[in-house]
């Protein structure tokens, strides 16, 4: 075995093949058969496609052309030639496929047949987010998702019901966690992807999990949120369950969020960091939680995309619908986690109110463009939010100017609808389309004559 093939093979977790050369060692070395081309449509759905390795050099060459009329939020039958160009540096094994005759992945960026980048592709949306912090001076925008989900006994919930496997809560072990052993696999096969696994545990709710990603640049964290998504996915499903992001799946218990925590780097330095500051935070990462907290509202149905991220987004069970900021306070949107002396490259800011079934791309973008916007702009941070939010009465928020976040997918994509931020961070294109599916998405909900109705007004109208 070669050296190069050597140090390729025993490779740790952080260092991943970065050209197209150790790519195609790799294919030869593990006898990986097929590769898939992995891509998304505008509302995060994971798509792909398989090539075989033979086709590997021409892919690089050119890319790999197809029909992009079918892809949710691509172009229209009349312009839908798209090309997928494999980027090598995502290559990654595919732990749950076969060993022999393997199956490997890469993320692709989406071009136009004159190979230009395709304005409809949200991981372009998101390169054209990083241009941004890059023309600002910015050398990484670093985001830690932390992504809850709930194992189910199947995808059919019994009697409207989707049936747990356990009625664990926060931190519970042994009996109570009917999800170690599956979570441990799904650990190993993420740490296999190139994914830094920090921690993992039982959530608050019934059957609700996390695991603890270690923050990366924005783009791969992008991909590495896609990849948790399917990998958690594929190996419930080896167990006989059903792994869901769904952002509320249990009425009356917790929902499933993604705090997103974010920082700037500049010049290796972390940008959001002063020593001299009484929470430990520079004007530019107090400008930039400025911005994400101004620009909330318009940007709600992209980091809450779907009707059910609304049942999740009430007042209690930890959710935050308060536009406000704090140090501890778990009620604000905003947390800016307490400083540890000498732990200068932990400092950020956690936004509180994404959910897990979002777009990453699109998501990760239009916070960055948010921020990015406050910096750029100046704008001031208010005082931080130290009260229980949600214990206080509604005219003392209103005193206070604490505004809350749309209160269902109608109200957040008519706000989307007016936003210029949202406009000039999607493109036109895709923001047509996103508004046009959200409003179409919200009609087919509002419409509906559900059980709670025919429960409530059956039997006495
Ligand atoms: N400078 C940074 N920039 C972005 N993310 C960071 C930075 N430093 C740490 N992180 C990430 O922040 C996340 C912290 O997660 P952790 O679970 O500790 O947060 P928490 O909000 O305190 O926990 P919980 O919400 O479960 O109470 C991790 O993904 C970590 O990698
Ligand atoms: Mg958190």
């Known amino acids: 075995m070669g050296a190069r093939l050597a140090r390729l093979s025993a490779l740790n977790v952080a260092e991943r093949p970065q050209t197209r050369d150790d790519v195609k060692a790799i294919v030869e070395e593990r006898d990986i058969r097929f590769i898939r081309f992995w891509f998304t449509d505008v509302l995060g759905q994971l798509k792909s496609f398989s090539i ?24 229209a039958i009349e312009e839908s030639d798209m090309i997928a160009m494999p ?39 998101l390169r054209r987010a990083l241009a941004r912090a890059e023309a600002m001076g ?73 695991i603890d990603m270690r923050y990366a640049p924005a783009l791969k964290m992008a991909d590495d949120t896609m990849t948790y998504r399917i990998t958690v996915k594929e190996y419930a499903m080896k167990y006989g369950w059903h792994a869901t992001f769904m952002p ?43 911005g994400q907290l101004k620009h909330a509202r318009e ?65 990760f973008a239009v916070l960055l463009q948010a921020g990015l916007e406050g910096i750029e702009k100046g704008y001031e941070l208010p005082e931080p939010m130290e009260k229980n939010l949600y214990h206080l009465a509604p005219d003392e928020r209103h005193r206070l100017g604490i505004e809350q976040l749309p209160a269902t997918l109608g109200e957040a994509i008519e706000l989307t609808a007016e936003s210029e931020l949202a406009l000039r961070t999607l493109g036109e294109h895709t923001f047509n389309r996103f508004v046009e599916i959200k409003r179409q998405e919200w009609d087919d909900y509002r419409v509906q004559v559900t059980p709670w109705e025919l429960d409530r007004y059956m039997s006495i109208l």
Request: aromatic share 14%; proline share 7%; with cysteine.
């Open 52 to 75: 075989n390795k033979a086709e590997l050099d021409d892919a690089f060459e050119g890319g790999m052309g197809f029909d992009g009329s079918s892809i949710t939020g691509f172009n």
């Open 87 to 125: 980027d090598a540096a995502t290559f990654a094994v595919l732990p749950w496929r076969p060993e022999s005759q393997g199956v490997a992945r890469m993320f692709c960026d989406i071009l136009t047949p004159s190979g230009e980048p395709y304005e409809g592709d949200p991981r372009y949306i």
């Open 138 to 210: 910015f050398d990484a925008f670093n985001v830690g998702p932390e992504l809850e989900y709930f194992y189910f006994k199947s995808a059919r919930p019994t009697d409207g019901i989707p049936e747990v496997l356990d009625e664990g809560g926060y931190f519970d072990l042994t009996t109570l966690d009917a999800g170690s052993d599956v979570r441990r696999e799904t650990v190993l096969a993420l740490e296999q992807l190139g994914i830094h696994v920090e921690y993992t545990h039982h959530e608050v709710g019934p059957s609700q999990h996390e």
């Open 248 to 290: 509320k799946p249990l009425f009356g218990k917790n929902g499933s969020g993604m705090h997103t925590h974010q920082s700037l780097f500049k010049g290796g330095r972390n940008a959001f960091y002063d020593p001299d500051d009484q929470y430990f935070l520079s004007e530019t990462g107090k400008a930039f939680i400025a």
């Open 299 to 363: 940007i709600s149905s992209i980091f809450a995309q779907w009707v059910n991220s609304y049942k999740r987004l009430v007042p209690g069970y930890e959710a935050p619908v308060y536009v406000a900021w704090s140090r501890r306070n778990r009620s604000a949107l905003v947390r800016v986690p307490l400083y540890h002396p000498g732990k200068e490259k932990a400092t950020r800011m956690e936004l509180r109110c994404p959910d897990p079934a979002c777009n990453p791309y699109l998501t």
